[in-house]
């Protein structure tokens, strides 16, 4: 944005230069001309002369050639030139061709002329015009000179063309001997390429290629504009482009993304802009009181996009932002059309542009990102716009974990991805977390107060963080109970869990019997468990086994019931299912068994049910019914009896 108009605008300014010295310069001729010339003479009438300043000679055309070694310098023409007592030269219709290097240059114009021969003044005015060779023309009315000073000064307004090109300022001073052109009163250029730059006051210092706005400057290109209290160009060589760009005192900047219509803004305390081997400009922004404030306003995704730190750098290129980037503390605040407003905080931060438009942000060292009810924290993430998408990374060095934080419950993991308009979460590495106000296996009341945690290497959060799909060495516990697996899905809503592969259940004994220690446990091992929380029911499948101080069973299928208190009502097994009573040393078998908890009695049925004890005897009917209270066991239908009585010694 800046670049091509101060190009323009440098070049322009050593136009008027170029002008000062030309008038200084036909000055001179006219006055050499006058003393070494005879001109035809003409009466004072002629001209319309002061009675009281005398003249001293009036001369109607003449020229003059000014040649240095052999190369022509200027040819001066005029129509009229009068001398006067009081040292004045009062000239009219004058022309003044500049050579080269031997090529034809400007012409100036003009229609009257004066020159004092004791004061070295020189008076113009009436339609100053030059013209250049390649057809571009400054003109102005009025104009001094100060051959003693070597000051020439304009309060005439001065306009410039050069084709599309156009520019005009109140005043111009130009010192010849600082090599300085001074511009004042709404200096205002409008360059080839459509900027636009406007600054009440400004040095163009040829002597250290410097261009000085010591009152304010605004540059507008396109749909940008940008503005500041004071300003410094420095030139790569003498009226070349401009190498660097510092602007102070409060810089603000905006541009509109013409794709999208989203508008960018930029506030600074001062802005440094220096370019780069590849055309690209590098810019500093920084600020010692209020932050360094980028805003980007509308956009297909957002509403609102705020940047803030204390020192930004930016790669600016001829299509707009490239890049920009800061090794200090930033705030990140995002606004979008869908879902909850954002936040994040970090050490560092880096942002990438595609056609002006924000599409990356990655955030460096301690980050913190909340949205809506989550909170994240981390060594790195990094917001994707287009997707939608937040990944979070921890320290490499292992340091620093990523941490997920809501009222559901906590995260942790080596690395997470966060797509936030499926209001999803994928957690990798070394997962760790809790699940508030959520059961598992009937947790009783003494447990509530306690979260459901869990543990594996893969997690996946989704259904607005009611679903946990967790994988790869899955552990899930509560208080007592323990829950192994490969894959085991949870839902909190609903309080269900599917798990799959290796399953390894374990919760208190005395949850299935009463009458069993506190510390005691229960395991179950199957394939596959479901378990429903609210409808009160787990289901196990699979060379399900399980084991309990007491007792033992081997099934296809085990159901427990839970009350409305969580507590075992039932036990159901199915196929060949396998119970060892451990204390008596008997088995029964059969194809199906319930246990009632509240009596205490197992019912066993199959074709047949068999009741086996410590010495082999066999007794098998349609069903068996064992008392765990007193130790019977009852036979029931086509009982069949085989009994090895005992060896005598």
Known sequence: MVTGSVRLWVRHLTTVLIVGFVIAVAVIGYRRTLEHNGIEAVTADDVGIDVADVAIGLYRGFQHTEIVKGEPIFILNSLKTLSLASGWQEIEGVRLQFFQEGEEGPVLTAEKASFNIETREARLSGAIHVEFPNGAFLNTETGHFDSKRQIFESDAPVVYVDGPTFGKAQRATYSLRQDRLHLEGNAALRAEDGAMLVAPDLIYRRDDRRVVFPDGVQLTQGLSIMNAPRGVVRLSEEDGPAQRIDLDGGVDATTVVQSTGARVELWAERISSEKDARGNWQIDARSSGPWVDVRFIGGPDYYERRLRTTELNAVVGPEGIIAMGTDDE??????????????????????????????????EGDVQLRADDVIGRGHRARLI??????????????????????????LSCAQAVLFDRQQRIEANGQISGEI??????????????????????????????????????????????????????????????????HVRATFPADQIDRTADTEDDVVVVSRSLDYDGLDGHAVFRGAVHYADPKHSLTANRLSIGFDDNDQV??????????????????????????????????????????????RGNV???????????????????????????EEQP
Not at 462 to 488: F, P
Not at 570 to 578: H, N, R
Not at 626 to 645: F, H, K, M, R
């Open 385 to 410: 716009q287009e997707s939608g998408i937040v990944t979070f990374q921890g320290d490499p060095t292992g340091r620093t974990r990523v941490d997920l934080e809501s009222p559901q419950g906590r």
């Open 330 to 363: 930033i705030c990140l605040t995002e606004v979008p059309h869908e879902g909850p407003p954002r936040s994040a905080q970090a050490n560092g931060a880096r942002a990438w542009f595609s056609d002006g438009q924000l599409t990356d942000v990655e955030l």
């Open 436 to 501: 508030h106000n959520a059961r598992l296996l009937g947790a009783d009341s003494g447990d509530d107060d306690q979260p459901v945690r869990f543990a594996g290497e893969r997690l996946e959060v989704d259904e607005d963080g009611d679903r946990y799909t967790l994988s790869n060495d899955t552990r899930i516990w509560q208080g007592h109970r323990l829950l192994l697996a490969d894959d085991v899905v949870y839902r909190h809503e609903s309080q269900t869990v599917q798990a799959r592969g």
């Open 619 to 645: 007794a098998s009917g349609e069903s068996l019914t064992w008392n765990q209270a007193d130790g019977t066991v009852s036979i029931g239908g086509n009982t069949e009896l085989i009994y090895y009585p």
């Open 569 to 614: 009502t039932d036990v159901e097994a199915e196929g060949a299912v396998e119970i060892r009573d451990l204390e008596m040393g008997r088995t029964l078998t059969g194809k199906h068994a319930i246990r009632d908890v509240a009596t205490q009695v197992v019912t066993v049925t199959g074709s047949p049910a068999q009741l086996t004890d410590g």
